[in-house]
């Protein structure tokens, strides 16, 4: 007969497992939606994994979770399936340099010649809903380099994916007026293949989902945190549940810190308080009763004090505020 203490914990076990399970499930069906032959591996690769996850949980979740998660992941499969099937013989997308116009060229067609003095913008892909961040290195983004959209959309999705050595500062400031037109909310964030980068994210109004982060500092605000195989990661946190991690290693944990609060980021965080819930992370690699390994708190004075809040000397800024892995 199992204990009280025994049901309890198979019940907080069920909870989160299929919570989590049902999050991952929603995001590849998402990436799914919007996917390009080039990530269908990547995605089959993943889905395998969730596969891997439900068959270890067998026996620990109630029947109704488990055939609901079953039936979730077979979803998945199917649309996995009929993306290779409508992908199948496509030519493989490749970007392509621009074609310099003329300046003869009629002002209909042809593209203003950018200011001399301004700041480089990254490679961004746009639609009406998500905006992406893609194949940066040794540089310091910002959200001024996020181009406008026409779109009406307040809520935004957004993708960071392979970025390096560098300083990504999504914070709004005073003087910010690149979207000051359609101000975007980001509604999720999904990160992927970042090393030896600061990722200062500010607030985000859902989930924010990581894979394959190396020697990383993250600051957010969000709903929902999910890591999943990164190594020697600092996350500073304000969150409403708690954080999510699997097949990580060396992180450490921290409050999200009060220097880098804006008076929007304080006012949301009133009605989003969750008064009474200790912060727990739960470690989806080390399913036991003892203490993960994987992950602990920051000590005081291991916090970062000089964040890279402008261009201004941020290499020295990065180098300084890196966790750096333990070999």
């Not at 969000?222 to 020697?232: D, E, G, I, K, V």
């Not at 810190?257 to 200790?278: C, N, S, Y």
Request: with cysteine; proline share 5%.
């Amino acid at each position: 007969m199992i204990s009280d203490d025994g049901a309890e914990a198979i019940w907080t076990f069920a909870q989160a497992f299929t919570s989590s399970f049902q999050a991952s499930c929603s995001e590849l069906a998402s990436r799914l939606k919007a996917a390009e032959a080039d990530y269908v591996h990547s995605i089959a690769g993943e889905i395998q994994a969730l596969n891997k996850r439900l068959t270890e949980a067998t026996g620990r979740l109630p029947s109704y979770d488990q055939r609901q998660n079953e039936l979730q992941l077979k979803a998945l499969e199917k649309s996995l399936e009929e993306l290779r099937s409508s992908t199948a013989g496509k030519t493989k997308f490749a970007f392509k340099r621009k074609v310099k116009i003329p300046a003869s060229a009629s002002a209909e067609t042809a593209t203003p010649p950018a200011r001399a003095n301004a700041p480089a913008i990254p490679t961004t892909t746009i639609s009406s809903a998500s905006r992406t961040i893609s194949d940066q290195s040794n540089c310091y983004l910002s959200r001024s380099c996020l181009p406008c959209s026409s779109s009406s959309t307040h809520h935004i999705e957004m993708s960071i994916i392979r970025i390096s050595n560098s300083v990504l500062n999504l914070l709004t400031t005073t003087n910010e007026s690149t979207l000051s037109a359609n101000t975007a909310f980001l509604s999720a964030l999904h990160i992927r293949d970042i090393q030896n980068t600061i990722l200062i994210l500010g607030t985000v109004d859902g989930s924010i989902m990581l894979h394959n982060l190396i020697n990383c500092v993250v600051v957010v605000e969000c709903h929902q945190f999910r890591m999943h195989n990164s190594t020697a990661i600092d996350a500073y946190l304000e969150i409403t549940s708690n954080p999510i991690i699997e097949s990580c290693d060396q992180v450490r944990f921290g409050v999200y810190p009060g220097e880098l609060k804006t008076t929007t980021d304080q006012q949301a965080r009133v009605t989003r308080e969750h008064a009474g819930i200790p912060f727990s992370p739960q470690d989806f690699s080390h399913i036991r009763a003892t203490p993960s390994p994987n992950w602990r708190t920051l000590e005081e004075d291991e916090l970062v004090r000089d964040w890279p809040l402008s261009e201004t000397n941020y290499t020295a800024q990065l180098q300084r505020a890196l966790p750096r892995p333990k070999i």
